[in-house]
Each structure stands twice: as structure tokens, then as C-alpha cells.
Nanobody, 125 residues
Framework: QVQLVESGGGLVQAGDSLRLSCAASGRTFSSYAMGWFRQAPGKEREFVAAIGARSDGDTYFAASVKGRFTISRDNAKNTVYLQMNSLKPEDTAVYYC?????????????????WGQGTQVTVSS
């Protein structure tokens, strides 16, 4: 069982940066690929970024955030991060982190077994 708690969301202006964190419980964090997803009001949840199980694991990004967002993890701290730069109003959403058993990152939400409660990110124009 893995419990995930996101933090770092908030209200920012377009062009600003935010770093989201996701702290995981358990001693097997390094066994999980981790992903970030987001859901805006009235829209379906969408993939944002993912990272493989290793600290230097492969990364994968949605086209809409590639070049602006980075994902990283610290397996010693059981934490995954999403650094968001050059934020746009269309990035406004609730951001969720998720854990998937296995090494490879995946953009497919059904691959993820564990989900956090989400953190709100609001970008004003």
C-alpha cells in the first residue's frame, strides 16, 4: 500500500513558477514509476508527466507542458517533484500524483494503482 500526499499548489500569475511535491509513504517507493496528472473544471483528467522508478529514471511529458515542466524524484526522501515554469492560465487544474508498480513511466492513467488527493494550481492572466 502506498499513500501519496501532494503539496505546493497555489495561486500564481501567468509566467510564474511553482514546484509541486508528492510525498509517499512506505519503504518501496523506488519500486514505483510516478506520474503527475491534472484535471481542470469540466474536463477529463489528463496526463502531465511521468518518471521511471530510478532516481535518474526516464521521463515522459505531455506535449502541452514539454519544455516548461520537469519531473524529478528523490528516492531517499520518498518524494517526487513537478517543477512548473512559464505557467499559463490553461495550466489551471487540480494536480494529482500517482504511483504505478514497475520501472517504466507511463502516460496511461489506468496503469497507476495509487493516487493522491490532489493540490490546486490556479494561474491568473
Amino acid at each position: 500500500q502506498v499513500q501519496l500526499v501532494e503539496s505546493g499548489g497555489g495561486l500564481v500569475q501567468a509566467g510564474d513558477s511553482l514546484r509541486l511535491s508528492c510525498a509517499a509513504s512506505g519503504r518501496t517507493f523506488s519500486s514505483y514509476a510516478m506520474g503527475w496528472f491534472r484535471q481542470a473544471p469540466g474536463k477529463e483528467r489528463e496526463f502531465v508527466a511521468a518518471i521511471g522508478a530510478r532516481s535518474d529514471g526516464d521521463t515522459y511529458f505531455a506535449a502541452s507542458v514539454k519544455g516548461r515542466f520537469t519531473i524529478s524524484r528523490d528516492n531517499a526522501k520518498n518524494t517526487v517533484y513537478l517543477q512548473m515554469n512559464s505557467l499559463k492560465p490553461e495550466d489551471t487544474a487540480v494536480y494529482y500524483c500517482a504511483a504505478a508498480t514497475g520501472v517504466r513511466p507511463s502516460p496511461m492513467s489506468h496503469m497507476y494503482e495509487y493516487w493522491g488527493q490532489g493540490t490546486q494550481v490556479t494561474v491568473s492572466s
